[in-house]
Each structure stands twice: as C-alpha cells, then as structure tokens.
C-alpha cells in the first residue's frame, strides 16, 4: 500500500495540482486508514464495503464530527478510484458508502454598525496604525481568506485602477477595492510599507513590525486586539470579516454570481449560504416583484 499511496500523492501534487494544505489533508486521512487496515490485518486491495462500514463506525466511536468522518471518505475514495483506474484493484469498496450528513453551520457575521466600529479602532498616526487600517479595511472590501492576503505581493495590487489580483491554488481573480480600503491602501504603502520593510526585495504587500511578510498568526491577532480595542463581544477572525463581506453585499442588492466570483466559490451552493441573512426588506421587494415567488 505504502508504494501506491506514493503514486496517488504524486498524482495529486503533480497532476492535480492540489494545494499543500489539501495534499497534507490527503496524507493524513489515508495513513491513518492504512493504520487502521494494518491493526486489522486487511490489505489494501482485499478491502470490502462491509470493511469501510466497520473503519466508519470506528471513526464514530472515536468522537469524529461528521465534517471530518465525510472528509476521510473522500480521501479514501479518490484513493481506490485512482488504483482501479490504474488496474490495481477490481471493484471500488467505497462505492455505495454514504458519507453522514453534515449540517451547514451559519456563519458568524458582523452588523454594518459593528464592522464600521471595528474599522475605526486603528489610528493612523504610527506606522502600524497606518498598516493596520489598510489590512482591516481591505479584508472587509475584498472578502478575502486570511491565507490569500498575507500571500499578496506589491505587483498583485493595482492602485492606479483600485483592483487586486487573487491567486488561489491554480485559479486567479480579480476584485474590485472601495474607495475607503483604496485611501487606507495608498496611505499604507506611500507612507508607511516603505519604511517597515529592511530589504529591497521584499515582495510581501503586508509585512510585520520587522519588514517580513505577515503571517496568519500575527493577522489574527492584529483582529484580536482591535475587536478587543472596540468592546465587541462576538468571536471576530479574518472569515468573519469575510462572511460579512458577502452577507453586505447581497443585503444591498449585490448579484449571487457576482459574489461567488470575487470569494472564489467554486460551486454556487457555498455562496447561497448567505441568503438566510437577506433582511425582511429585501426579501418582500423579491415576493412582490418576482412573478412566481
């Protein structure tokens, strides 16, 4: 098993291009199913539906959440249809195996009113207050992941036209910056960036106190802190600005397609999520104008 787990991990990094987060995801799944199948004295290609029945409940036993129970199905899926793709094995054990269902958690948003508090804690009269309120407001104006921004460089930022370019695994996409995450922008890196970063050849448009790149870490607690600063009680972190980015959006009139293009949701279902905080307002404009609602 050892030898094709390494082929499928190849095909994976090589062919299918995955990010390393999702390939790590990958690894972990399949090795400690290989665990599993070695306690039980099972080989690889002898394993049976009865046998991932077993492997599932032994999962549930254990306290696995459902999300995560539905994640290693898949992993082990994409395994056995790439080894019987590849001739290894004759059927496919996971076949008619029904992942459990998971139920969508709502997420977490902020009200207009508590975003534009948040908003208002950094100030710019320091270097980081400056830096601060450029990150802040751009999280809110881009709704992007907290991974996708740290990994921005200069060049990904047009300030002339107010657009950023996202790459994300091996898709890219361009979103529009509001007129206030474009001032706090150019106030960022006109007087302040410059200054923060000890190299020339520090490409990172967000960097630290110490001129490197920011990571997901430092960008936590930099939301941490002003959400503290604010005095507001919800639990705050980059998605939720995100979530709120989206959720602002479509309350005031935005397009669903146009959303899940600038969040880079695959599917559209991810961003139909959203459509449970549409307010009462914009919900009667829909049952009054749309000839079957």
Same mark, same amino acid.
């Given at each position: 098993?050892?030898?094709?787990?390494?082929?499928?991990?190849? @095909?994976?990094? /090589?062919? +299918?291009?995955? %990010?390393?987060? =999702?390939?790590?995801?990958?690894?972990?799944?399949?090795?400690?199913?290989?665990?599993?199948?070695?306690?039980?004295?099972?080989?690889?290609?002898?394993? +049976?539906?009865?046998?991932?029945?077993?492997?599932?409940?032994?999962?549930?036993?254990?306290?696995?959440?459902?999300? %995560?129970?539905?994640?290693?199905?898949?992993?082990?899926? %994409?395994?056995?249809?790439?080894?019987? +793709?590849?001739?290894?094995?004759?059927?496919?054990? =996971?076949? /008619?195996?029904? $992942?459990?269902?998971?139920?969508?958690?709502?997420? $977490?948003?902020? =009200? $207009?009113?508590?975003?534009?508090?948040?908003?208002?804690?950094?100030?710019?009269?320091?270097?980081?207050?400056?830096?601060?309120?450029?990150?802040?407001? @751009?999280?809110?104006?881009?709704?992007?992941?907290?991974?996708?921004?740290? %990994?921005?460089?200069?060049?990904?930022?047009?300030?002339?036209?107010?657009?950023?370019?996202?790459?994300?695994?091996?898709?890219?996409?361009?979103?529009?910056?509001? /007129?206030?995450?474009?001032?706090?922008?150019?106030?960022?890196?006109?007087?302040?960036?410059?200054?923060?970063?000890?190299?020339?050849?520090?490409?990172?448009? @967000?960097? /630290?106190?110490?001129?490197?790149?920011?990571?997901?870490?430092?960008?936590?607690?930099?939301?941490?802190?002003?959400?503290?600063?604010?005095?507001? =009680? +919800?639990?705050?972190?980059?998605?939720?600005?995100?979530?709120?980015?989206?959720?602002?959006?479509?309350?005031?009139?935005?397009?669903?397609?146009?959303?899940?293009?600038?969040?880079?949701?695959?599917?559209?279902?991810?961003?139909?999520?959203?459509?449970? @905080?549409?307010?009462?307002?914009?919900?009667?404009?829909?049952?009054?104008?749309?000839?079957?609602?």
């Amino acid at each position: 098993m050892e030898r094709q787990l390494k082929y499928f991990f190849d @095909f994976l990094e /090589n062919e +299918k291009k995955l %990010s390393e987060n =999702t390939l790590q995801s990958y690894k972990r799944d399949l090795k400690q199913f290989r665990r599993y199948l070695e306690a039980c004295e099972l080989h690889y290609n002898r394993v +049976k539906e009865e046998d991932m029945k077993d492997y599932i409940r032994e999962l549930q036993e254990e306290g696995k959440k459902p999300s %995560s129970i539905s994640r290693c199905i898949a992993s082990i899926r %994409s395994f056995y249809q790439f080894i019987l +793709k590849n001739k290894k094995i004759k059927i496919d054990p =996971t076949q /008619n195996i029904q $992942s459990p269902k998971v139920e969508k958690r709502v997420p $977490s948003i902020l =009200t $207009s009113k508590e975003v534009e508090l948040l908003l208002d804690q950094p100030k710019d009269i320091d270097l980081k207050g400056i830096r601060d309120k450029a990150m802040l407001e @751009f999280a809110y104006a881009t709704g992007m992941r907290v991974t996708e921004i740290v %990994s921005l460089n200069m060049e990904d930022v047009n300030l002339e036209e107010g657009y950023v370019t996202c790459k994300h695994d091996t898709k890219q996409r361009n979103i529009p910056l509001g /007129n206030m995450s474009l001032k706090a922008l150019k106030e960022y890196v006109d007087e302040a960036r410059d200054i923060l970063v000890k190299t020339a050849d520090e490409e990172a448009l @967000f960097v /630290n106190i110490n001129g490197s790149r920011l990571t997901r870490q430092g960008f936590w607690k930099i939301i941490k802190y002003y959400k503290e600063q604010a005095h507001i =009680t +919800k639990d705050i972190t980059p998605h939720v600005l995100r979530h709120s980015f989206a959720t602002h959006l479509l309350q005031n009139g935005a397009d669903l397609k146009a959303i899940q293009n600038m969040l880079g949701h695959s599917d559209i279902s991810s961003t139909q999520v959203y459509m449970q @905080f549409q307010d009462d307002g914009l919900k009667n404009v829909y049952r009054k104008a749309h000839p079957r609602a």
